[in-house]
């Protein structure tokens, strides 16, 4: 059975980080080994929430543990998301160093949470810095969103072939598979979003219509499931259409039902046979 150590946060009631990411992966029949970088009540764009954060070193002893259980050998995957401090980045990098050195097979997926269009960069400082440097030279995967591409490439895109330029700057980087959400470049239409999974020098997008609906949470989800799929296809342009067409349906239920939390429960058979496919498009 496949296992992912997924690093993230949690929230109790709703669905971002590891509340976000730990179902879909077991609805697909993924082992899931959660570790927590913070506790809290709800996710905080709700303007108030309760709980606590926790430390690189509160990491690593979770990590140690699980170690200490003689399993790190098991595990095929690293998965971490948003990055409350350097500390804890430094924690995830240490962690996939330990997995890889009881699996040298296994991979470890970054999503680069920095910031996205019209709210800037969101993180802390020396976040955006360790992520380029650190984690993403050591990762095999990269899920950024548009903005966060082009952060980690150090450049602006507007064109496809500048998204293409930018991607081929963060592969240098080390991740062999880059996968670009909410793209929006000059010929994606204003009711649709594109998605660009890039892997051996080859391009492939899938393009979806866009939803009236803004909600925490979907990139978590499309970036455990985009991991997941590529650990049984091995095919990014296969994983990019199973993720997107899934995270699609997940998002058309929420917004029908007008939720403020992804219905991450209530559309769990879109994660394993999605009710609208998309198919990947090479360009």
């Known amino acids: 059975m496949t296992a992912v150590l997924s690093i993230q946060s949690h929230v109790a009631y709703g669905h971002v980080g590891n509340s976000s990411a730990v179902f879909p992966l077991q609805r697909l029949g993924i082992e899931v080994w959660p570790v927590h970088t913070v506790q809290f009540s709800n996710h905080t764009g709700y303007g108030e929430w309760r709980g606590r954060v926790f430390d690189g070193q509160a990491v690593e002893e979770v990590v140690d543990g699980i170690a200490d259980r003689g399993v790190l050998g098991r595990c095929d995957a690293v998965l971490s998301g948003y990055l409350g401090s ?36 969101f993180v802390r400082p020396g976040i955006e810095e360790l992520l380029r440097d650190v984690a993403v030279p050591v990762a095999d995967l990269v899920t950024p969103n548009h903005f966060e591409l082009d952060l980690l490439a150090g450049t602006t895109t507007r064109t496809l072939a500048e998204v293409e330029d930018a991607v081929a700057a963060v592969h240098a980087l080390g991740p062999r598979v880059v996968l670009t959400t909410s793209l929006a ?87 394993v046979a999605p009710s609208r496919v998309f198919e990947p498009v090479e360009v």
């Open 86 to 121: 350097a500390d804890i980045g430094h924690a995830v990098v240490q962690t996939v160093e330990k997995v890889r050195a009881a699996n040298p097979d296994a991979v470890y997926c970054c999503d680069p949470v920095i910031g996205d269009v019209g709210r800037g960069v």
């Open 185 to 271: 470049t000059d010929d994606t239409p204003d009711d649709a979003v594109d998605l660009l999974a890039s892997e051996g020098g080859r391009h492939f997008r899938v393009r979806t219509p866009r939803l009236d609906v803004a909600v925490n949470g979907a990139g978590d989800a499309i970036a455990a499931l985009f991991l997941a799929r590529w650990l049984q296809t091995r095919s990014a342009a296969d994983a990019l259409s199973r993720a997107a067409s899934s995270v699609f349906g997940l998002l058309s239920r929420t917004e029908a039902a007008r939720s403020r939390e992804i219905l991450l429960v209530d559309a769990q058979e879109e994660f």
